[in-house]
């Protein structure tokens, strides 16, 4: 008997309590929980999803429609980078004004040593959890596959306000597709594993730049 | 290199006797528990409707869980349809041999791997060294743990009981037998130490053909895996790689792509006490040109399905390994967790393990009695396991005996030995509460002889007093002074 029979085999006597006729969605869940927590404006949800991502050390800027591009070649500059990954579709004006920085394409065959010599990457998102601080990557436009945003140290993330902000988890999967590959990030890589302290900066981005742009 | 192994391990009781003496460890844990538990109960505080999406993580788990052949069937067809393969593993050894078998295939002798309780509890790098297959464990506190050849003490944080001094000496001494070196100077600034982690395991991220990962979520119905991190590594080992490999519990299957709403805010913040954890992973198959091109996903029976069987116990499979019981455990803060045998430790893992291994050891037929009922782990729990009542049910089956499944099959557990005091206790204790006459007797003449009572009792009773005071029978038995005042008020 295969392993499939086996451990399927096994269930369906392991549930011998439960009734022929029961179907799953017998089973009662209620779903009286919130899909939001607290009405807010979305200039408000806007400036809670700048308060929570400070709150896990991401580097929060703000800037209206035309000021992008000086923005970003200011965080470049400031941070000295040599190089800047640029992932296709990235709107070409977050760009314009960047003038040092050897801009790098991502190539299907770069290898990770290759990435890791990358000094930063400018990415945009998908979708921005305001509750929660979080920002999602889905390999969409301006987005890349997910490795670019991974193994650079410096990455600086482009946020379209309110276009792309929502207020909740539960709103942030509504928006989602399950079937692309996708990453939530809270702030920059952290743990707790010593004494259940939180430090910053482990594998990933030591350095997460978040630029809410308002439309 | 392989480290220890819970195998052969004394019972709790013996275990903790001697890991309650180490004030090192005590004090480690002290700090750490209290910590998260504080920071917990904030996070927790911050929403509302915390108690709703409680009893709704449960109600998605338990229906989960009755129909539990129709969502992994789902799941695999789910996951198949991406582009990944689909394994099924009845217990440890046939999962071990699977990942063993399809790191082979890639002709890797190195694996890295993403923290993931599952491999923890079958054993699973040993069994790759034992075929020459290196597993360089990620985790920070994995890595801790690996590079001092210990064992994990806690579900989320495995190198609890170790200090940030303890952790400096570790990576000095040890990091070169397993590549890059630990950095000169190095000091116990946990920044410092993190650091160092990142120096050691960028090569090996870089490199690495092959990943081992478990999952905290499957979506069957998207087919959808979900890996919940805070450093990066579990990022590293599920994209870089060309082969990812996920050995996953049958009981981590969710429905519906909506559930994930709930478990997103439940485990983030009972787990690192954080509105959201760093990083979250969440693919389906495989994706042209992004991540590994080869995935392959092993459910993991061993013990579940046996749990499954028991209508009380069953509730553990709910758990979504968030730590929460374990911080704020006064008997897991005392006695640390390797005192509880498995990789498992603290309440879950005393309600899990006498489930998923039997009761058969001493260790695991002691486990159920690892805890004083206070209650606090049930209070924190994020799907409301009622752990309480697991913990009674499995010590009157731990006592009594009785039907229990085991691997797949109906078998009748023998009461334990060591437990025939209590076995007469209760039986005495039992005919006497059916003998009201017998009982008022014997209250009297406890009462009467109260002078005489020894502080420390006699025979079974002994160890029970070594470390408790006897409480005092009072002067006169309940039931007297309730007709005496009774009978006094009515005159």
Not at chain 1, 162 to 174: A, C, H, M, N
Not at chain 1, 182 to 203: C, F, K, M, N, Q
Not at chain 2, 41 to 66: F, M, N, P, S, Y
Not at chain 2, 382 to 394: F, G, K, S, T
């Amino acid at each position: 008997m295969s392993g499939r029979d086996t451990v399927l085999g096994r269930i369906r006597r392991a549930l011998a309590d439960v009734p022929r006729t029961e179907r799953p969605e017998d089973v009662q869940v209620t779903r009286d929980y919130l899909r939001v927590h607290g009405a807010r404006t979305p200039e408000r949800t806007a400036d809670l999803l700048a308060t929570n991502l400070a709150d896990y050390r991401a580097l929060v800027h703000r800037c209206s429609a035309g000021e992008p591009a000086e923005l970003i070649a200011r965080l470049l500059a400031q941070r000295g980078s040599a190089s800047v990954l640029v992932p296709d579709g990235l709107p070409p004006e977050w760009m314009a004004a960047v003038r040092g920085p050897v801009r790098i394409t991502d190539r299907a065959a770069s290898t990770p040593q290759e990435l890791d010599a990358v000094d930063s990457v400018v990415t945009g998102c998908a979708v921005a959890i305001a509750e929660t601080g979080t920002i999602v990557l889905d390999g969409g436009p301006a987005q890349g596959r997910r490795r670019i945003t991974l193994v650079p140290d410096h990455h600086i993330c482009v946020v379209r306000v309110p276009e792309q902000v929502v207020d909740s988890v539960p709103q942030g999967l509504e928006r989602l597709d399950p079937s692309r590959p996708l990453t939530w990030i809270s702030g920059p890589s952290a743990t707790s594993d010593i004494e259940l302290d939180r430090v910053e900066g482990v594998h990933g981005p030591r350095t997460l730049e978040v630029v809410l742009v308002t439309e | 290199m392989s480290g220890r192994t819970y195998l052969g391990l004394p019972a709790f009781p013996e275990a903790a006797a001697q890991s309650t003496r180490n004030a090192t460890l005590r004090g480690n844990l002290r700090r750490a528990t209290h910590t998260i538990r504080d920071k917990r109960a904030r996070a927790v505080a911050e929403l509302d409707d915390w108690q709703r999406l409680r009893a709704a993580g449960a109600a998605i788990k338990t229906r989960t869980l009755r129909h539990l052949d129709h969502y992994l069937g789902q799941a695999e067809a789910a996951v198949t349809a991406a582009g990944g393969q689909v394994h099924w593993a009845a217990d440890g050894a046939e999962a071990n041999r699977i990942v063993t078998e399809l790191v082979r295939a890639t002709g890797e002798t190195e694996v890295v791997k993403v923290k993931s309780m599952a491999t923890q509890e079958i054993g699973l790098n040993d069994a790759l060294a034992g075929a020459g297959i290196t597993a360089c464990e990620t985790d920070l506190a994995e890595l801790i743990v690996q590079l001092g050849d210990d064992l994990p003490s806690h579900i989320l944080v495995p190198a609890i009981h170790r200090n940030r001094s303890e952790i400096r000496d570790i990576f000095r001494e040890r990091m070169a037998d397993w590549g890059r070196p630990a950095p000169d100077g190095l000091t116990d600034r946990p920044a410092e130490l993190a650091e160092a982690a990142r120096l050691h395991l960028r090569e090996k991220f870089l490199r690495a053909k092959v990943a081992v990962s478990g999952a905290n979520f499957v979506v069957a119905e998207s087919g959808t895996l979900v890996v919940v991190e805070s450093e990066g590594n579990g990022r590293m080992c599920l994209t870089l790689p060309e082969t990812l490999i996920s050995v996953v519990g049958i009981e981590k299957v969710v429905p519906t792509w909506q559930d994930l709403e709930v478990f997103l805010q439940l485990l983030p913040r009972s787990s690192t006490a954080e509105r959201m954890n760093p990083y979250t992973s969440m693919w389906t198959g495989t994706t042209d040109g992004d991540g590994p091109r080869n995935f392959h996903l092993v459910l993991l029976d061993n013990g579940r399905t046996d749990t499954l069987a028991d209508t009380v116990g069953r509730q553990a499979l709910r758990c979504i390994r968030c730590s929460a019981c374990l911080n704020v455990c006064p008997v897991y803060e005392r006695a640390g967790g390797h005192a509880y045998g498995s990789a498992y430790p603290g309440p879950i893992g005393a309600i899990l393990m006498p489930q998923l291994r039997g009761t058969d050891s001493e260790l695991d037929a002691s486990l159920p009695f690892a805890s004083s009922l206070c209650g606090a782990c049930y209070e924190v729990c994020p799907v409301a396991i009622d752990i309480p009542e697991v913990l009674v049910h499995l010590r009157e089956r731990v006592v009594e005996g009785g039907e229990v499944v085991r691997g797949g099959t109906k078998v009748t557990i023998r009461p334990a030995k060591g437990h025939a005091a209590e076995r007469a206790a209760m039986r005495a204790a039992r005919w006497t509460l059916d003998h009201p006459g017998a009982l008022r007797t014997a209250q009297r003449l406890a009462s009467r002889t109260r002078r005489l009572h020894p502080r420390r009792l006699p025979g079974p009773g002994r160890a029970w007093s070594d470390t408790r005071a006897v409480p005092e029978v009072p002067a006169e038995p309940f039931r007297d002074w309730w007709r005496r005042t009774r009978e006094e008020s009515t005159k």
